[in-house]
């Protein structure tokens, strides 16, 4: 399930810029680099969300040498150069709390795909797997973000004269924050639970 939701996900938003026209580009850019940057981030980010799943499946890690090499390049071709671009196009965006949230972001993105690559490289196949979890929740704050923030604007929109198309891009940057923050709980929710389980 979590696959097919990322691959359509991940679809929807590689559409826009599979033509490399800025002009359809959804974020309004500044230039050339700006614009180079954020397809970039989409790209390599539809990368790790697609090729994430496929690490938590039995068949795949039954398989060490294809679950290695889907790893690697997860994290060479997907984290890596997502969570590298994602800091300048935060940045770019002018919004303090999309700035400061997906910044944090990013950097966790960084270092939990490093704890995970060095966990396996020692053979410690059950934190590896602890902080591939927390990785890939990072990866799926995509998912989640734009889950949460139709919710944000439901509970909004009663206590504003606003209306929904002025206020949803305002709601977009804690969307994406509270993204983040609600996958990595999850996440460690559920890393406890197998933890408690004995696996």
Request: net charge positive; proline share 5%; no cysteine.
């Amino acid at each position: 399930m979590t696959l097919v939701v990322a691959v359509v996900v991940s679809l929807v938003l590689v559409y826009p810029y599979i033509g490399l026209d800025a002009s359809e580009s959804r974020l309004s850019v500044s230039g050339t680099v700006h614009y180079a940057t954020l397809v970039a981030h989409i790209f390599t980010a539809a990368v790790a969300l697609i090729l994430g799943p496929l690490q938590f499946m039995a068949r795949v890690r039954a398989r060490p040498r294809v679950h290695r090499t889907i790893g690697l390049v997860y994290l060479l071709a997907g984290v890596l150069p997502a969570a590298v671009t994602a800091v300048p196009v935060a940045l770019w965006s002018g919004r303090p709390v999309t700035q400061v949230g997906l910044t944090v972001a990013a950097v966790l993105w960084l270092i939990t795909g490093g704890l995970a690559y060095r966990a396996a490289r020692r053979r410690d196949f059950t934190a590896h797997r602890e902080w591939m979890l927390r990785n890939y929740a990072l990866t799926f704050l995509a998912v989640t973000a734009r889950v949460l923030v139709p919710l944000l604007l439901l509970i909004r929109l009663p206590f504003s004269t606003e209306s929904a198309a002025t206020l949803a891009p305002t709601l977009i940057p804690f969307g994406q924050t509270a993204g983040w923050i609600v996958n990595l709980a999850v996440a460690e929710v559920f890393i406890r639970r197998l933890r408690r389980a004995g696996r």
